[in-house]
């Protein structure tokens, strides 16, 4: 996002709305005397839009240029009102469980682990996605990267989580990683995440997705409660009501 | 993926807070799902939602049902706001009874889910996500009562700041609790937002 000097009055009414917290600075205008405009720190904005959709700019001063590669993926995962091309869905990601019950994305045994880098308010450079990727690749437990989601589009190396070189010194409002293992290899997971945390400059938060047996068992829930890893009280759950049924257990269960 | 997973708060706070999404599925059903969708949308404002709306077209705070029904595609993913436990048991009913063919999630407290899927007689949840909280550099994130707030926007566009600027502007009585949540609905355009009762927890526990 730009500010177009010849405009802007430095109010500083787009101030409090920066999900990146303060990012501007004052200048002075270089033709007009005493004119004073603000300046977006290009290095920690990352293109979500958010200050021009609020339209709070009394004199529209807020711009968002066409931006070149690899400038243009923080737009990509940031801006949620892009759709990524690669998944058809506005938002930074796939459908992960929203459509697991047609889909089958996650029949029983295998896990769902998601990581999202950087939210809320802090942001995450591609240089610590890669991190975490390759933390969770490195401990060769079988993670396999969503192949529709943005960030995994960005791997020069899928098998290591290696992200492209040129997109590393790029930073998102969030980035995620998404992908499933077997269940049984959901402790070793989350010990590769408790490393990688230690390693990066930004925070991640990670969500695990299951299929709930017939009778209401939550197959992960045991494994957490053993390796006493906090959990929340509020899930986001499948109903199962999408049409067609994706038959789990073969018997239209 | 994640958004409203993730929001912060105790039971008391998060138990009558409910993110209902419609979703088509790529590859699956999404070729001819607009009729779909707008068929959940109309069955979800027919229950009374808080918000309704879906990403691109915006929400019922700054657009109308009929903008919003007419510009669903078989792309468009769309989201529900209820602060009312009684009324998702009442929208699951319905939605069992006439099914629009795509896929709903709903975020929740996962045992008043659970309860609300018995009680409309939809069985057990079908798949569920856990949040396992946050991780890293957690020093940087604002306090727990900023977090309750801006967590509420699944895609983290509520800056902190806004929300210090609003509990100022409530403190020195220059606008409502209630004129911060619509302006929190309408700039973040989607409708994935917030109770009011959540928001005047959050807003009023920083006085």
């Given at each position: 996002m730009k500010v177009d000097p010849d405009k802007c009055i430095a109010c500083k009414r787009c101030f409090p709305y920066c999900p990146m917290g303060r990012i501007h600075s004052f200048k002075e205008h270089e033709s007009i005397p005493g004119r004073i405009y603000i300046e977006i720190d290009q290095e920690a904005c990352t293109d979500c839009g958010m200050c021009f959709r609020a339209d709070i700019c009394p004199v529209k001063a807020l711009y968002q240029p066409q931006e070149e590669w690899p400038r243009e993926v923080r737009g990509i995962l940031?801006?949620?009102?892009?759709?990524?091309k690669g998944s058809q869905v506005p938002g930074r990601g796939t459908e992960e469980m929203k459509t697991t019950d047609v889909k089958g994305t996650f029949p029983p045994g295998v896990v769902g682990i998601a990581i999202e880098l950087g939210r809320p308010g802090v942001g995450a450079y591609f240089r610590d996605v890669e991190i975490v990727a390759m933390e969770l690749m490195g401990a060769d437990i079988g993670y396999e990267m969503a192949e529709e989601n943005p960030v995994t589009h960005f791997m020069s190396d899928k098998t290591t989580g290696k992200l492209r070189d040129d997109v590393l010194g790029e930073k998102a409002t969030s980035a995620i990683i998404e992908g499933i293992c077997k269940l049984e290899k959901l402790s070793e997971a989350i010990r590769a995440l408790q490393r990688a945390s230690e390693k990066i400059e930004s925070v991640f938060t990670v969500a695990v997705i299951t299929k709930v047996t017939p009778d209401g068992g939550v197959p992960t829930k045991p494994i957490l409660e053993e390796m006493g890893v906090f959990y929340s009280i509020n899930t986001k759950n499948n109903i199962g009501i999408g049409e067609p049924f994706f038959d789990f257990y073969g018997d239209n269960n | 993926m994640t958004h409203s997973l993730h929001r912060r708060g105790s039971y008391d706070e998060l138990k009558d807070d409910f993110v209902v999404l419609g979703c088509p599925a790529t590859g699956v059903n999404k070729p001819g799902s607009a009729p779909k969708t707008q068929k959940f949308l109309s069955i979800c404002y027919k229950v009374g939602p808080i918000n309704l709306g879906d990403m691109k077209t915006g929400n019922i705070y700054n657009t109308t049902m009929e903008d919003i029904l007419s510009r669903v595609t078989d792309s468009t993913i769309v989201e529900c706001t209820f602060d009312n436990r009684d009324k998702i048991v009442e929208l699951l009913k319905e939605l069992d009874r006439d099914r629009p063919g795509i896929s709903v999630t709903i975020s929740g407290v996962t045992d008043v889910v659970e309860q609300c899927m018995q009680e409309a007689g939809l069985g057990h949840i079908h798949s569920l996500e856990y949040s396992l909280g946050t991780w890293g550099k957690?020093?940087?994130?604002?306090d727990y009562e900023i977090l309750k707030t801006v967590t509420m926007c699944g895609h983290a566009m509520i800056a902190s700041d806004l929300v210090r600027k609003m509990v100022r502007d409530v403190k020195r009585g220059r606008r409502t609790v209630r004129e911060c949540v619509v302006e929190l609905a309408v700039i973040r355009r989607i409708k994935r937002f917030p109770s009011f009762r959540k928001v005047r927890f959050a807003l009023q526990n920083r006085r």
């Amino acid at each position: 996002m730009k500010v177009d000097p010849d405009k802007c009055i430095a109010c500083k009414r787009c101030f409090p709305y920066c999900p990146m917290g303060r990012i501007h600075s004052f200048k002075e205008h270089e033709s007009i005397p005493g004119r004073i405009y603000i300046e977006i720190d290009q290095e920690a904005c990352t293109d979500c839009g958010m200050c021009f959709r609020a339209d709070i700019c009394p004199v529209k001063a807020l711009y968002q240029p066409q931006e070149e590669w690899p400038r243009e993926v923080r737009g990509i995962l940031s801006n949620p009102l892009i759709e990524f091309k690669g998944s058809q869905v506005p938002g930074r990601g796939t459908e992960e469980m929203k459509t697991t019950d047609v889909k089958g994305t996650f029949p029983p045994g295998v896990v769902g682990i998601a990581i999202e880098l950087g939210r809320p308010g802090v942001g995450a450079y591609f240089r610590d996605v890669e991190i975490v990727a390759m933390e969770l690749m490195g401990a060769d437990i079988g993670y396999e990267m969503a192949e529709e989601n943005p960030v995994t589009h960005f791997m020069s190396d899928k098998t290591t989580g290696k992200l492209r070189d040129d997109v590393l010194g790029e930073k998102a409002t969030s980035a995620i990683i998404e992908g499933i293992c077997k269940l049984e290899k959901l402790s070793e997971a989350i010990r590769a995440l408790q490393r990688a945390s230690e390693k990066i400059e930004s925070v991640f938060t990670v969500a695990v997705i299951t299929k709930v047996t017939p009778d209401g068992g939550v197959p992960t829930k045991p494994i957490l409660e053993e390796m006493g890893v906090f959990y929340s009280i509020n899930t986001k759950n499948n109903i199962g009501i999408g049409e067609p049924f994706f038959d789990f257990y073969g018997d239209n269960n | 993926m994640t958004h409203s997973l993730h929001r912060r708060g105790s039971y008391d706070e998060l138990k009558d807070d409910f993110v209902v999404l419609g979703c088509p599925a790529t590859g699956v059903n999404k070729p001819g799902s607009a009729p779909k969708t707008q068929k959940f949308l109309s069955i979800c404002y027919k229950v009374g939602p808080i918000n309704l709306g879906d990403m691109k077209t915006g929400n019922i705070y700054n657009t109308t049902m009929e903008d919003i029904l007419s510009r669903v595609t078989d792309s468009t993913i769309v989201e529900c706001t209820f602060d009312n436990r009684d009324k998702i048991v009442e929208l699951l009913k319905e939605l069992d009874r006439d099914r629009p063919g795509i896929s709903v999630t709903i975020s929740g407290v996962t045992d008043v889910v659970e309860q609300c899927m018995q009680e409309a007689g939809l069985g057990h949840i079908h798949s569920l996500e856990y949040s396992l909280g946050t991780w890293g550099k957690t020093e940087k994130l604002p306090d727990y009562e900023i977090l309750k707030t801006v967590t509420m926007c699944g895609h983290a566009m509520i800056a902190s700041d806004l929300v210090r600027k609003m509990v100022r502007d409530v403190k020195r009585g220059r606008r409502t609790v209630r004129e911060c949540v619509v302006e929190l609905a309408v700039i973040r355009r989607i409708k994935r937002f917030p109770s009011f009762r959540k928001v005047r927890f959050a807003l009023q526990n920083r006085r």
